[in-house]
């Protein structure tokens, strides 16, 4: 009678930690998030890091030229971030020297100094 009370209580647990095994399984396969997609090719420019804090009418033309309408006309880039945070006073004639006239839908502004310099930036780029 000992020898069936322990065969059975083998079996039952063993069939539990099957169960558990399968259902434990189950459940990581669920809940385990997909992984992201493969992010587009982002260029992330910073005034900051470019040319410090303190920024010129030459800095704007530099940056057009130079970066922005490269990386604009080049058709692996599907992302462009401009960061306009930490530097001082973004004169009009440097935001329209260096906006004016773009129309992208790859350009994504972050400016949480000044976050009205976005529109007035969307106001270059329309006109």
Not at 81 to 91: E, N, Q, R, T
């Amino acid at each position: 009678m000992l020898i069936l009370i322990i065969g059975i209580s083998f079996l039952l647990f063993t069939s539990i930690i099957i169960i558990w095994d399968y259902c434990e399984n189950s459940i990581i396969e669920r809940w385990t998030p997909e992984p992201p997609p493969v992010p587009p090719y982002t260029y992330h420019l910073s005034f900051l890091k470019l040319y410090g804090k303190f920024l010129s009418d030459e800095h704007a033309l530099e940056f057009r030229n130079n970066y922005l309408l490269p990386a604009i006309s080049n058709d692996k880039v599907s992302y462009i971030v401009i960061d306009l945070d930490g530097c001082f006073c973004y004169s009009p004639s440097f935001l329209k020297t260096v906006f004016k006239g773009i129309n992208s839908n790859k350009i994504h502004i972050i400016c949480k100094d000044e976050p009205t310099l976005i529109e007035e930036i969307k106001k270059y780029m329309r006109n």
